[in-house]
T-cell receptor, first 114, second 111 residues
Framework: ETGVTQTPRHLVMGMTNKKSLKCEQH?????MYWYKQSAKKPLELMFV???????ENNSVPSRFSPECPNSSHLFLHLHTLQPEDSALYLC?????????????FGPGTRLTVL | RKEVEQDPGPFNVPEGATVAFNCTYS??????FFWYRQDCRKEPKLLMS???SGNEDGRFTAQLNRASQYISLLIRDSKLSDSATYLC????????????FGQGTRLTINP
């Protein structure tokens, strides 16, 4: 099993749909992250979870709702999205310490909002 | 001004050439610096951390200039497999979880 897996890999949804993205890490890490990567823009951090607790919300609109039921799983619930939300959504995990934080990324979910 | 700025390229160089990328960051309080690599339609992967004294990993050399707030990556004897987008990454605090990514520099190595 690869380190960080994401499903689905591709998703097309309408603006009124509700869908969820799933991320699972098999590395025994204590932190998980959601990032957004839009075309021709840098990777943007959306949310950080440490030991299942959300510690960072980078001013993300409420139509994105994260959920972290345990240290290995992370979800991103999507509701009433806009076409500009179309992007690659990447999950990452890390074994966070005070000195070191290499983040391992999943393959991403490519989302298209019609 | 962007927090982390890179020349997006693309850089097209012949196999075996030496190629250098620079990256500038705006926050002088930044503490940790990295280069990530992202292959086409793949996820980013850590290439190397960047230390104040400069560091080398095989054909790759990274350097940090705090006074000028720039980071560099040098690739010697480039291989076809080095073709990728190289992301400059900065964080304010050592070990911090909030990483700030540059837009990336696209490199293509030609045979």
């Amino acid at each position: 099993e690869t380190g960080v897996t994401q499903t689905p890999r591709h998703l097309v949804m309408g603006m009124t749909n509700k869908k969820s993205l799933k991320c699972e890490q098999h590395l025994g890490h204590n932190a998980m992250y959601w990032y957004k990567q839009s075309a021709k823009k840098p990777l943007e951090l959306m949310f950080v979870y440490n030991f299942k607790e959300q510690t960072e919300n980078n001013s993300v609109p409420s139509r994105f709702s994260p959920e972290c039921p345990n240290s290995s799983h992370l979800f991103l619930h999507l509701h009433t999205l806009q076409p500009e939300d179309s992007a690659l959504y990447l999950c990452a995990s890390s074994q966070w310490t005070a000195r070191y934080n290499e983040q391992f990324f999943g393959p991403g979910t490519r989302l298209t909002v019609l | 001004r962007k927090e982390v700025e890179q020349d997006p390229g693309p850089f097209n160089v012949p196999e075996g050439a030496t190629v250098a990328f620079n990256c500038t960051y705006s926050n002088s309080a930044s503490q940790s610096f990295f280069w990530y690599r992202q292959d086409c339609r793949k996820e980013p992967k850590l290439l190397m951390s960047v230390y104040s004294s400069g560091n080398e990993d095989g054909r790759f050399t990274a350097q940090l200039n705090r006074a000028s707030q720039y980071i560099s990556l040098l690739i010697r004897d480039s291989k076809l497999s080095d073709s990728a987008t190289y992301l400059c990454v900065v964080s304010l605090i050592q070990g911090a979880q909030k990483l700030v990514f540059g837009q990336g520099t696209r490199l293509t190595i030609n045979p």
